[in-house]
């Protein structure tokens, strides 16, 4: 998002109100994705929380399952899982997803399969570029105002076309079409000048990841769950060539 642009409180608990009663009818270059430095000192599994089926009970355990999903499918022995008879009639009832994957909408990343979960485990909001709007912004403070999710993780990914288009606006000075400028500007804040060519798209794409974790952690509602305890945001980066997921 841009420097200039400031981005809006997530919600109040009147508007959390009106949210909940809208919907309640609706039936990373570094270490291979693991905990580490990952969670700040305060994410510790929730205490006292209800055990739903066999959800995770806080943030660390939430990593841990992605973690071992990512390793599943890049050792091409995904599971497929929760996608039964009796689990489909289940979730008809209610859902209960254990974290909220912000990626991009390209074709080659899609979080169910990435890290190998299954019906009712991640609520998925895809953006170009993992960009923040208020739409998007919405879709996270629901999964975690309302659904009690105790991670979010954003997964920015090798060969961003967005991050791309944005670094080549940048170098160019040539406004790109329509919407896709309005991503562009987005971007542009975490463009990393001081590398050239295909080098500065990648450490871009790391860079802007990361700057859209801080600009989540600091909404004031995600920001009061991370003190408690009861939620952490994490940048990560999923490689294409070898299908592995590292945190950032």
């Known amino acids: 998002m841009s ?3 400031r981005m809006p409180h997530i919600s109040s608990p009147s508007r959390r109100g009106v949210l909940r009663t809208a919907l309640a009818g609706t039936a990373a270059a570094g270490s291979v994705l693991g905990l580490g430095s990952a969670f700040p000192a305060a994410a510790r ?3 006292g929380s209800p055990v739903i089926d066999d959800r995770p009970a806080g943030p660390e355990e939430a990593l841990r399952r992605l973690a071992a999903g990512n390793r599943r499918w890049a050792a091409h022995r995904q599971e497929h899982p929760h996608e039964s008879p009796s689990t489909r009639l289940r979730l008809a009832r209610a859902q209960h997803p254990f974290a909220i994957v912000l990626g991009c909408v390209d074709s080659r990343v899609p979080p ?12 998925t909001v895809r953006s170009a570029g ?9 879709s996270i403070a629901y999964g975690v105002l309302e659904l009690d999710v105790p991670l979010v993780l954003v997964l920015g990914h090798q060969s961003c076309g967005a991050v791309g288009a944005a670094v080549h ?6 406004r790109l079409p329509a919407h896709i400028q309005y991503l ?3 971007i542009r804040p975490a463009i990393d000048h001081g590398r050239e ?5 990648d450490a871009t794409i790391d860079a802007h990841a990361r700057r859209t974790r801080q600009q989540l952690a600091a909404e004031p509602d995600l920001a009061e769950r991370i003190s408690a305890g009861q939620l952490a945001v994490v940048a990560a ?8 997921v590292r945190i950032l």
Do not use: C, I, K
């Not at 993992?130 to 919405?138: K, M």
């Open 3 to 5: 420097s200039n642009t």
């Open 45 to 47: 599994p929730l205490t």
């Open 112 to 123: 169910e399969l990435v890290f190998d979960q299954g019906l009712g485990d991640l609520l």
């Open 130 to 138: 993992e960009v923040l709007d208020e739409a998007v912004l919405g």
């Open 169 to 174: 606006a940048d170098e160019t000075g040539r």
């Open 184 to 186: 562009a500007d987005r």
């Open 197 to 201: 060519g295909e080098a500065r798209v």
């Open 237 to 244: 980066r999923y490689q294409l060539d070898d299908q592995r």
